[in-house]
């Protein structure tokens, strides 16, 4: 794994942008205008075959996810998608500051297709080979953090996984670390919840359609699931982007987190010197650094 050293290449920004005496400061740019700057290399397109699509009452919740990390659960996630699991299926717990969670019922027969019904957990992957954009900020719960091919990582000992941020799917499971297959969904919708880092598999990201789940009814029942068939709202169709003509897919490019442009992103959300701001920290947290993704 090589990691980019953030400290390095601030103080030479820093250096190379100190105004000498009597020379104006250069203007602030604002992530809007780092992201207008930037050159189209500086930005990948999403892979359809990686894409899921979840199309609900209110619209599209567009997925990305991350094989990388979790081959053997996003396999899965495709077998089922390809065998029209979750047409019909439903969100079944929406947990205030926590999750929003989809799938069916245990003793619901819907074929599985191709999929296997439960897989060893994927909670982290070997070091070796990942380049990771790394943050030069402290973190609480792991030794090094930063971003590996437009996801938040977390790595020590070795060893690196996808971590808990706003917007990252993970598969539901049981107690016993093979009790999940990615049958069951949920998507992070509230503080980062990184305790659960290495515990449950995480397969991807909602790269589009956030609004529509972050904002569905809590649950009245315990851990937010719903009571009542009527609590529910169903998914009309689960599909992946692949599977679809070209003319009905949203070509989507996300900001490639190795970039020049991805670097410069994260150092002004971290000093945040536009004029509103009183205080700039000087650091940001993993879950706080953007991933911006955008329409080809």
Do not use: K
Not at 22 to 40: D, H, K, N, Y
Not at 164 to 171: K, L, R, S
């Amino acid at each position: 794994m090589r990691f980019h050293g953030f400290a390095a290449l601030a103080l030479l920004a820093a250096c190379a942008s100190a105004p000498a005496e009597g020379q104006t400061p250069a203007p602030v740019r604002s992530m809007g205008e780092i992201l207008e700057q930037s050159p189209a290399s500086d930005w990948r397109a999403v892979d359809p075959a990686n894409t899921i699509y979840m199309d609900l009452p209110g619209g599209r919740v567009i997925i990305e996810l991350a094989p990388e990390y979790a081959p053997n659960h996003a396999a899965n996630i495709r077998a089922l998608a390809r065998a029209h699991y979750w047409d019909g299926a439903a969100i079944v717990r929406s947990q205030d500051n926590y999750v929003v969670q989809w799938g069916r019922d245990e003793a619901d027969a819907t074929s599985y297709g191709e999929a296997q019904r439960s897989l060893p957990g994927e909670f982290d992957r070997p070091r070796a080979g990942v380049d990771v954009t790394r943050l030069q900020d402290p973190d609480s719960y792991a030794r090094e953090v930063g971003f590996a091919d437009g996801f938040p990582v977390a790595g020590q000992n070795g060893r690196t996984w996808l971590a808990h941020c706003y917007g990252m799917i993970g598969a539901g499971r049981g107690d016993t670390a093979d009790s999940g297959s990615g049958a069951e969904l949920y998507v992070v919708i509230g503080h980062a919840p990184r305790h659960l880092d290495r515990n449950v598999t995480l397969v991807g990201r909602v790269l589009q359609g956030m609004e529509l789940l972050s904002v569905m009814p809590r649950g009245t029942g315990a851990l937010g699931f719903y009571e009542t068939p009527e609590e529910r709202t169903i998914i009309r169709s689960v599909r992946l982007a692949s599977e679809l003509p070209a003319s009905e897919r949203v070509n989507l490019e996300t900001l490639r987190t190795d970039s020049a442009t991805f670097r410069d992103l994260v150092e002004s959300r971290r000093t945040r010197r536009d004029a509103w701001f009183l205080q700039p920290t000087g650091r940001i947290n993993l879950c706080n650094v953007p991933l911006p993704v955008r329409t080809r």
